[in-house]
């Protein structure tokens, strides 16, 4: 059973501050790796997919992957209000063809 | 560039009825994926297609089931309807399956 983890929250940061979401995973041959954002009564967003250990920017989000640890994270820098929404770690394993599985997200509240 | 369409936006049934969904991939996109999304379990896994065939399935019932047609749109059925299957279901289209998935709108689907 490949798992994906992450903490639902909420989490709280004032207007700002870096946000740091997680994501650990269980099947060692995953090989992509993907954030959502979900704002409520709306779908889930791609905003960030990585692939390679390391980190990777975009704006103000940077994902960071550290495949020997399992482990995914992603930092929103500045955050604002409107970063206020669920955040879904998703992994795909490349050990045949498998599906996209995908944590239950962390609530995410920036104060202003 | 249309995104990924899913009809109808919201849907009432009774118990014992049976359901058709309907997704339209982005152009180009041979990879549709199904998702189940409650409050409690989070995006649940239904099924993928890929070029008309199943790829992978997730745990649930036969009573969910799907297709995929030469154009790459997809059909989702749930027949012999109960209460517990009120939920979002989203569709979500990528070009290979292993690159990053975006969503449809997603079908509200209540079960009374």
């Not at chain 1, 995973?25 to 791609?46: A, N, T």
């Not at chain 1, 495949?67 to 490349?94: E, F, G, H």
């Amino acid at each position: 059973q490949k798992e994906v983890e992450q903490n639902s929250g909420p989490l709280s940061v004032p207007e700002g501050a870096i946000a740091s979401l997680n994501c650990t995973y269980s099947d060692r041959g995953s090989q992509s790796f993907f954030w959502y954002r979900q704002y409520s009564g709306k779908s889930p967003e791609l905003i960030m997919s990585i692939y390679s250990n390391g980190d990777k920017e975009d704006g103000r989000f940077t994902a960071q992957l550290n495949k020997a640890s399992q482990y995914v994270s992603l930092l929103i820098r500045d955050s604002q209000p409107s970063d206020s929404a669920t955040y879904l770690c998703a992994v795909i394993s490349n050990s045949g063809n498998t599906p996209l599985v995908f944590g239950k997200g962390t609530r995410l509240s920036v104060i202003a | 560039k249309a995104g990924v369409t899913q009809t109808p936006r919201y849907l009432i049934k009774t118990r014992g009825q049976q359901v058709t969904l309907s997704c339209s991939p982005i152009s180009g996109h041979r990879s549709v994926s199904w998702y189940q999304q409650t409050p409690g379990q989070g995006l649940q896994f239904l099924f993928e297609y890929f070029s008309e065939t199943q790829r992978n399935k997730g745990n649930f019932p036969g009573r969910f089931s799907g297709r995929q047609f030469s154009n790459s749109r997809s059909e989702m059925n749930v027949s012999t309807l109960e209460l517990g299957d009120s939920a979002l279901y989203l569709c979500a289209s990528s070009m290979t399956g292993n690159d990053g998935y975006t969503f449809g709108s997603g079908t509200r689907l209540t079960v009374v």
